[in-house]
């Protein structure tokens, strides 16, 4: 396309009294040959934003570069169909006029420094512009039906959820009949106001009115063999009764549940050793049967203790919380009174977690005389002769052993995502970290885990979810609930972390919506979180390419899969369009139309480099879009001050830097360059998963480039920023230019 250029710089909000706007202007006339350059002081209003049409329908502009606010605001009022024209934004009030303090040599109206930054800014967004084609978004024959995955009070509420927003479902369960493990509940703790009464299950309800909603196509005694394709374009094949059936599907939610903590790893606690220690599975199931009463002879149970955190909470089992596993015993400590009210009851806990207004329930069962309830270290379980069985306990809250001697113990175990739909494999975590799964490796000893056959996804990285800790499938766990690591399949409700029936219910619906917005996202070729609406996706020039496989291998979502010869084939409607797979190609094969190697190059390349007796450095900032340069807008929102020296340029992902920047930017004089991304490690924080991570790993081999060019590693520096971490930028910067003052200005400058 043959571009015509319309530069656009606004002197509102204080821009004009720092920066010299008709010097901008040159730029962009001057340098860059710009034919229609103007200038306004209030862009973002309606008289400016309608000159900026009127040029694009009357003088044909199709290439428009604004200098005003920060492009992460007033997104609605700079609107411009991609398809059609290239636009950016440069940002010359957060991050030049509003974090830069002017110093204007005596006699001059402006500082010097601060108007170099703005015309270098100016110059990059130029040049980046220069360098972008409008979108041709992905096109193909979408189907906007859900697939949900598990026939619990999760899926059908995901089920119904969808079907009442419009959308046609596919409902897929292993087992014969709906309900999943509701059906083995005798009663829930209460979760309507005031909180205090048990109330019964209810679903049987959900699962009427599923049966009976047309939209919702339900397989039950079923399995996933295989799924292929991508978002929008699924293709399902669900084994039923020794037939496959194949599905369209657009948008997936797994809602598969959960399995129980393995009891028989509980030995200590005396499960195994005694048929009178139960799970708090097996009290539900007496509770349902109308007798609570003691396994190894019938008897009416008399006294019943409650273990809770039994396996979690525990670096040897679950080291995580279950959260349900409290109000679970206490909704059994009420079966037990209401069964027999001589009974007694006594529970152990560690801590008593009951959240929101399960707090009235709380104290409902402290209200009851015949339960004890205390905060102690269960030390040992031991069988009494008589059958009873003796519980030792170190009473933190009283601060000496107790013994209490019960009918029956309950064990509180806690919840294990359940990944499994078909046939059960049962795997160490040895195992495991052998296959360098990130599930439970800190665990000590082995655990039994059910392990993922659920979706068997035709994906080159394999066929589950990747799992955060634990093995829950989320993707990331701060900004994106539901999201997992392969785009359009969602996760709800206790595979995704633990929860109650109520939480799940929500969970649910959450991610019905998000299934939703994924089909509607991709019918119209846009991308989802964290990137939504990007309608840019990867071309691959493959004449270049060396089967390398590092772009089918580091993409965070699966975006790639492969042929025969080890030849990248894209899905574009799984891409998130984080860019990692084009900072880790050597050939620099892969380019977006709006994001290239080359045009980052040609940014670099624009900023005007001081000769060396000037005594002006020049460092570059690549800052990542989700964290980062959010970060430093803050600053200057606050405004807080940082060196003028610095030229920014934002990336979608730190992952996605090129090490031919690197060379590109010290060959052309800048002294240093400094990287900031998001937190990555263990309760990491990259919006792309592991992108940050990745450039971490990849900047350990800058050192090959810089020897070749003859130059110090220190004028490379990464650092991982969150977006609360904006006050630490300015001195990161000065930190980083007092370094870069140490080792000297850039011998190539001025070459």
Same mark, same amino acid.
């Given at each position: 396309?043959?571009?015509?250029?319309?530069?656009?710089?606004?002197?509102?909000?204080?821009?004009?009294?720092?920066?010299?706007?008709?010097?901008?202007?040159?730029?962009?006339?001057?340098?860059?040959?710009?034919?229609?350059?103007?200038?306004?002081?209030?862009?973002?209003?309606?008289?400016?934003?309608?000159?900026?049409?009127?040029?694009?329908?009357?003088?044909?502009?199709?290439?428009?570069?604004?200098?005003?606010?920060?492009?992460?605001?007033? $997104?609605?009022?700079?609107?411009?169909?991609?398809?059609?024209?290239?636009?950016?934004?440069?940002?010359?009030?957060?991050?030049?006029?509003?974090?830069?303090?002017?110093?204007?040599?005596?006699?001059?109206?402006?500082?010097?420094?601060?108007?170099?930054?703005?015309?270098?800014?100016?110059?990059?967004?130029?040049?980046?512009?220069?360098?972008?084609?409008?979108?041709?978004?992905?096109?193909?024959?979408?189907?906007?039906?859900?697939?949900?995955?598990?026939?619990?009070?999760?899926?059908?509420?995901?089920?119904?959820?969808?079907?009442?927003?419009?959308?046609?479902?596919?409902?897929?369960?292993?087992?014969?009949?709906?309900?999943?493990?509701?059906?083995?509940?005798?009663?829930?703790?209460?979760?309507?106001?005031?909180?205090?009464?048990?109330?019964?299950?209810?679903?049987?309800?959900?699962?009427?009115?599923?049966?009976?909603?047309?939209?919702?196509?339900?397989?039950?005694?079923?399995?996933?063999?295989?799924?292929?394709?991508?978002?929008?374009?699924?293709?399902?094949?669900?084994?039923? $009764?020794?037939?496959?059936?194949?599905?369209r599907i657009g948008a997936v939610v797994?809602?598969?549940?959960?399995?129980?903590?393995?009891?028989?790893?509980?030995?200590?606690?005396?499960?195994?050793?005694?048929?009178?220690?139960?799970?708090?599975?097996?009290?539900?199931?007496?509770?349902?049967?109308?007798?609570?009463?003691?396994?190894s002879d019938g008897k009416t149970a008399?006294?019943?203790?409650?273990?809770?955190?039994?396996?979690?909470?525990?670096?040897?089992?679950?080291? &995580?919380?279950?959260?349900?596993?409290?109000?679970?015993?206490?909704?059994?400590?009420?079966?037990?009174?209401?069964?027999?009210?001589?009974?007694?009851?006594?529970?152990?806990?560690?801590?008593?977690?009951?959240?929101?207004? &399960?707090? $009235?329930?709380?104290?409902?069962?402290?209200?009851?005389e015949g339960v004890f309830l205390t905060?102690?270290?269960?030390?040992?379980?031991?069988?009494?002769?008589?059958?009873?069985?003796?519980?030792?306990?170190?009473?933190?809250?009283?601060?000496?052993?107790?013994?209490?001697?019960?009918?029956?113990?309950?064990?509180?175990?806690?919840?294990?995502?359940?990944?499994?739909?078909?046939?059960?494999?049962?795997?160490?975590?040895?195992?495991?970290?052998?296959?360098?799964?990130?599930?439970?490796?800190?665990?000590?000893?082995?655990?039994?885990?059910?392990?993922?056959?659920?979706?068997?996804?035709?994906?080159?990285?394999?066929?589950?979810?990747?799992?955060?800790?634990?093995?829950?499938?989320?993707?990331?766990?701060?900004?994106?609930?539901?999201?997992?690591?392969?785009?359009?399949?969602?996760?709800?409700?206790?595979?995704?972390?633990?929860?109650?029936?109520?939480?799940?219910?929500?969970?649910?619906?959450?991610?019905?919506?998000?299934?939703?917005?994924?089909?509607?996202?991709?019918?119209?070729?846009?991308?989802?979180?964290?990137?939504?609406?990007?309608?840019?996706?990867?071309?691959?020039?493959?004449?270049?390419?060396?089967?390398?496989?590092?772009?089918?291998?580091?993409?965070?979502?699966?975006?790639?899969?492969?042929?025969?010869?080890?030849?990248?084939?894209?899905?574009?409607?799984?891409?998130?369009?984080?860019?990692?797979?084009?900072?880790?190609?050597?050939?620099?094969?892969?380019?977006?139309?709006?994001?290239?190697?080359?045009?980052?190059?040609?940014?670099?390349?624009?900023?005007?480099?001081?000769?060396?007796?000037?005594?002006?450095?020049?460092?570059?900032?690549?800052?990542?879009? $989700?964290?980062?340069?959010?970060?430093?807008?803050?600053?200057?929102?606050?405004?807080?001050?940082?060196?003028?020296?610095?030229?920014?340029?934002?990336?979608?992902?730190?992952?996605?830097?090129?090490?031919?920047?690197?060379?590109?930017?010290?060959?052309?004089?800048?002294?240093?360059?400094?990287?900031?991304?998001?937190?990555?490690?263990?309760?990491?924080?990259?919006?792309?998963?592991?992108?940050?991570?990745?450039?971490? &790993?990849?900047?350990?081999?800058?050192?090959?480039?810089?020897?070749?060019?003859?130059?110090?590693?220190?004028?490379?520096?990464?650092?991982?920023?969150?977006?609360?971490?904006?006050?630490?930028?300015?001195?990161?910067?000065?930190?980083?230019?007092?370094?870069?003052?140490?080792?000297?200005?850039?011998?190539?400058?001025?070459?």
């Amino acid at each position: 396309m043959e571009k015509r250029f319309g530069v656009y710089i606004c002197t509102g909000c204080g821009i004009g009294d720092v920066i010299d706007a008709e010097k901008l202007s040159q730029v962009a006339t001057g340098e860059f040959k710009v034919p229609i350059c103007r200038t306004h002081s209030f862009y973002c209003s309606q008289e400016g934003i309608d000159q900026i049409r009127k040029d694009i329908s009357e003088e044909g502009v199709n290439a428009v570069v604004i200098a005003a606010c920060s492009p992460r605001v007033n $997104n609605q009022v700079f609107s411009f169909d991609p398809t059609k024209m290239v636009f950016d934004r440069v940002n010359l009030r957060e991050q030049v006029a509003w974090s830069h303090e002017p110093k204007p040599a005596e006699g001059e109206k402006f500082d010097e420094d601060i108007q170099m930054l703005a015309q270098d800014q100016v110059r990059m967004g130029i040049a980046k512009a220069q360098n972008m084609d409008p979108l041709e978004p992905f096109e193909g024959e979408i189907s906007k039906r859900i697939l949900v995955v598990g026939g619990g009070v999760t899926g059908m509420t995901s089920a119904l959820e969808a079907a009442k927003a419009g959308y046609e479902v596919v409902l897929v369960e292993r087992e014969p009949s709906l309900g999943g493990f509701a059906t083995k509940l005798f009663k829930q703790y209460p979760n309507t106001p005031p909180y205090r009464e048990l109330a019964c299950t209810d679903y049987e309800s959900q699962i009427r009115a599923v049966e009976e909603e047309s939209t919702v196509k339900v397989y039950t005694s079923a399995s996933i063999e295989k799924i292929s394709g991508a978002p929008g374009m699924f293709d399902v094949s669900i084994r039923q $009764n020794g037939n496959v059936t194949e599905e369209r599907i657009g948008a997936v939610v797994l809602a598969s549940g959960f399995e129980p903590y393995d009891a028989t790893n509980l030995d200590h606690l005396g499960f195994g050793k005694s048929a009178n220690v139960i799970t708090s599975v097996t009290m539900e199931e007496m509770a349902a049967r109308g007798s609570i009463s003691r396994p190894s002879d019938g008897k009416t149970a008399e006294s019943v203790a409650f273990i809770q955190c039994a396996g979690s909470r525990d670096p040897d089992h679950l080291p &995580y919380c279950s959260t349900v596993c409290c109000m679970t015993s206490l909704k059994q400590a009420m079966y037990v009174r209401e069964k027999n009210p001589d009974a007694k009851v006594y529970v152990f806990y560690k801590d008593i977690r009951t959240p929101g207004q &399960y707090e $009235n329930f709380y104290r409902r069962v402290q209200e009851d005389e015949g339960v004890f309830l205390t905060k102690g270290e269960v030390s040992s379980v031991s069988e009494n002769g008589d059958g009873s069985v003796i519980i030792e306990v170190d009473d933190t809250l009283l601060g000496e052993k107790i013994s209490v001697k019960a009918d029956l113990v309950v064990l509180a175990t806690g919840m294990v995502p359940r990944t499994a739909l078909g046939e059960e494999e049962v795997v160490t975590v040895e195992e495991e970290d052998e296959k360098k799964k990130d599930i439970a490796s800190q665990l000590l000893t082995p655990l039994k885990i059910i392990k993922s056959n659920t979706l068997n996804l035709d994906y080159r990285q394999g066929p589950e979810l990747p799992d955060l800790k634990y093995g829950f499938p989320d993707s990331h766990f701060i900004c994106f609930p539901y999201e997992t690591r392969r785009t359009g399949i969602y996760a709800a409700g206790p595979v995704r972390q633990p929860m109650d029936m109520a939480f799940s219910m929500e969970d649910a619906r959450g991610a019905a919506l998000k299934a939703i917005q994924s089909v509607e996202m991709v019918s119209v070729g846009g991308a989802v979180h964290p990137r939504s609406g990007d309608m840019s996706y990867p071309d691959l020039y493959m004449h270049r390419c060396t089967q390398c496989k590092r772009c089918t291998e580091e993409c965070p979502f699966g975006m790639y899969n492969e042929d025969e010869k080890f030849n990248p084939l894209p899905n574009p409607t799984r891409c998130r369009r984080c860019a990692i797979c084009m900072g880790s190609c050597p050939e620099r094969i892969i380019s977006f139309k709006d994001y290239t190697v080359g045009m980052i190059s040609s940014m670099i390349k624009a900023v005007e480099v001081p000769e060396e007796e000037e005594e002006k450095p020049r460092i570059l900032l690549l800052a990542c879009e $989700n964290d980062a340069y959010p970060a430093l807008d803050m600053v200057g929102l606050r405004r807080g001050r940082y060196n003028a020296y610095v030229r920014i340029i934002p990336l979608r992902c730190i992952g996605s830097v090129n090490l031919v920047w690197i060379a590109d930017l010290l060959a052309k004089g800048l002294d240093g360059v400094l990287l900031l991304g998001c937190k990555h490690g263990e309760d990491y924080q990259c919006h792309f998963i592991n992108g940050s991570e990745l450039a971490n &790993y990849r900047m350990t081999k800058i050192q090959e480039t810089l020897d070749r060019l003859v130059l110090e590693s220190d004028r490379v520096r990464i650092e991982q920023i969150e977006i609360s971490d904006y006050d630490r930028i300015p001195t990161i910067i000065d930190e980083f230019l007092e370094t870069i003052e140490k080792v000297g200005p850039n011998p190539y400058k001025g070459l």
